[in-house]
C-alpha cells in the first residue's frame, strides 16, 4: 500500500461571511472499510495490484478542509465565541477515482461526496442538510493527489454556493 501525504489549501475565492458564524462539528466517514484508503491499484483486467491510502483519515481531511474554508471565509467560529453558533458536521458519503484513458495519455478523476448539516443547538433545528459533491481532475504529477485536492475545491465551491448554505447562518 502506497502511503500519500495530503496537504490541503482551500481554493481563494470563496465568498466571505455574510451572516452568524458557525462551529466545526464532526465528520464522520460512511464509506466503511479502511478510513484512509483513497483508491485500489488496479492492472489489466481490474486485479487487485495494491492501493493507495492518505496519510490520515478521509473524514480528517475532508474536516480539516471544510475548517480551513470556514477560517479563510471569516464564518469559523474561534473558540470562546458564540457557544450558540451553529455547529456544522459532515458525513462521508464517498472518496474515490476513475481512471479515462485517452488516445496518448490518461487522467484520473476524483470524487468527494458528503452530506452536510448545519444544525442549531439551542433550537435543535436543522438549518441545512445537502449532500454535496465534487469532481476534479489530473493528468500528470502525483495524479491521486492531485485529483483529491480539485474535488475537495469543486466541493467546497458547490458547498458555498449552494442554496440556503449562507441563510442557514443568518
Not at 477560517?71 to 469559523?76: E, K, N, P, Q, R
Not at 458564540?82 to 487522467?107: E, I, W, Y
Not at 449532500?131 to 493527489?145: D, F, I, K, M
Amino acid at each position: 500500500m502506497d502511503i500519500l501525504k495530503i496537504d490541503y489549501e482551500p481554493p481563494p475565492g470563496l465568498p466571505r461571511a455574510l451572516g452568524r458564524k458557525v462551529r466545526m462539528g464532526e465528520v464522520s466517514d460512511e464509506r466503511g472499510g479502511d478510513p484512509c484508503l483513497l483508491m485500489e491499484k488496479n492492472v489489466g483486467g481490474g486485479l487487485p495490484a495494491g492501493a493507495y491510502a492518505a496519510d490520515r483519515p478521509v473524514a480528517g481531511i475532508v474536516k480539516d478542509a471544510l475548517s480551513a474554508a470556514l477560517s479563510a471565509s471569516g464564518l469559523l467560529a474561534g473558540e470562546g465565541e458564540d457557544k450558540n453558533a451553529p455547529v456544522l458536521s459532515a458525513q462521508v458519503t464517498a472518496c474515490g477515482f476513475g481512471v479515462m484513458v485517452g488516445f496518448s495519455r490518461c487522467m484520473l478523476r476524483g470524487r468527494v461526496a458528503a452530506r452536510v448539516r448545519i444544525e442549531d443547538p439551542p433550537t435543535g433545528k436543522t438549518l441545512f442538510d445537502r449532500e454535496v459533491e465534487g469532481h476534479g481532475g489530473a493528468g500528470a504529477g502525483s495524479l491521486v493527489q492531485q485529483a483529491l485536492c480539485a474535488a475537495l475545491d469543486d466541493f467546497l465551491r458547490k458547498l458555498f454556493q449552494s442554496p440556503g448554505f449562507a441563510a442557514s447562518r443568518d
